[in-house]
C-alpha cells in the first residue's frame, strides 16, 4: 500500500518538508562514504532555509499546549485508557520543555559558524563544493566517518527538539482521522467539505493498481484524478475504477 498525503495550509505543508528532510537526514548521517555526509549537511542547510520561513518554534509550542488542553479533558472519560493518556501527556511535557530551552532562532548555532556558512554559500553553486573551491572542507571529509559523524550530529543537536516537537504534532494528526473506503469512478473523485476546515488529508492506495493520485483541496470540494504512468513516465489519464482509503485528519 502506498499512502499519500496533502497539506490543507501552510503550516502543515512546512511541517510535512521539515519532515521529508528530517527523514533524508537520518539516513545518510549514518552512512559512513563522504559524499553521504555531505548530503546529509546539505540537507541541514536545506532545513534552515524551510524553517527560517516562519516561526515555527512558538507555533509548535502553541500547538502542542493545545493539543495538551485538549487531552485533559478526556481525563474524566470512563472510556479512555488512562495509562495511554497519561503517556501521552508526558510525551507533551517532555518534548515542550526541551523546546523551550531552546535558545536563539532554530539553528543560530550553524548560522554563527563561519566555516559552515562559506559551505553553504558554494553548495548554492551547482557543483561549488569542489575541493579547489573549498579545500578545508575537502580535508574534512577526509577525516574518519565517525569523526565526520560526531561533528554532524553536534551542529544538528540544537536542531533536535523542533524535530521532535514536528513529529509529534504530525503523529498526532495523523492519529485524529479515520480511514473510509472509497471508489473513483473512472479515475476520478469529488467530495463536498462544505466549509469543514481539514489540516491534512491521507490516501491509501494499492500499489499494484499503477494509480497516481493528483489532489486539490480547499475548504469547499475536494478533488483527485487518478493517472498512471506509461513508458516515457508521463503521466496519462486513468479511467478504470480506483479504490482506495480517504482519512481526513484535523486536530
Not at 497519561?86 to 523551550?100: N, P
Not at 553548495?123 to 577525516?143: M, N, V
Not at 493520485?213 to 513508458?231: C, D, H
Request: charged share 25%; glycine share 6%; net charge negative.
Amino acid at each position: 500500500m502506498i499512502v499519500y498525503e496533502y497539506p490543507f495550509n501552510e503550516r502543515i505543508r512546512t511541517l510535512l518538508r521539515l519532515e521529508d528532510l528530517y527523514e533524508k537526514f537520518k539516513f545518510f548521517v549514518h552512512q559512513e562514504h563522504p559524499m553521504q555526509h555531505h548530503v546529509a549537511l546539505a540537507t541541514i542547510f536545506d532545513m534552515l532555509e524551510v524553517a527560517g520561513r516562519a516561526d515555527l518554534k512558538s507555533d509548535l509550542l502553541q500547538e502542542l499546549e493545545r493539543q495538551r488542553q485538549s487531552l485533559l479533558g478526556y481525563r474524566m472519560n470512563p472510556n479512555v485508557q488512562a495509562e495511554t493518556l497519561d503517556a501521552i501527556l508526558a510525551e507533551l511535557d517532555g518534548v515542550s520543555s526541551a523546546l523551550v530551552a531552546a535558545q536563539g532562532k532554530t539553528g543560530q548555532n550553524v548560522r554563527d559558524n563561519e566555516w559552515l556558512m562559506s559551505i553553504r554559500g558554494r553548495t548554492i553553486i551547482p557543483g561549488g563544493a569542489c575541493e579547489f573551491d573549498l579545500p578545508s572542507y575537502y580535508a574534512w571529509q577526509k577525516r574518519p566517518a565517525e569523526q565526520r559523524f560526531n561533528d554532524i550530529a553536534t551542529w544538528f543537536a540544537p536542531l533536535a527538539p523542533l524535530f521532535d516537537a514536528l513529529g509529534l504534532v504530525l503523529r498526532l494528526l495523523r492519529d485524529s482521522g479515520g480511514p473510509v473506503k472509497m471508489i473513483a469512478v473512472a479515475g476520478s473523485y469529488q467530495q463536498m467539505l462544505q466549509g469543514k476546515v481539514y489540516q491534512m488529508l491521507r490516501l491509501t492506495l494499492d500499489e499494484s493498481l499503477g494509480a497516481i493520485p493528483e489532489i486539490s483541496a480547499n475548504k469547499y470540494m475536494l478533488w483527485v484524478r487518478f493517472t498512471s504512468q506509461g513508458g516515457d513516465l508521463k503521466p496519462k489519464p486513468l479511467e478504470d475504477d480506483v479504490p482506495f482509503e480517504l482519512t481526513l485528519c484535523n486536530f
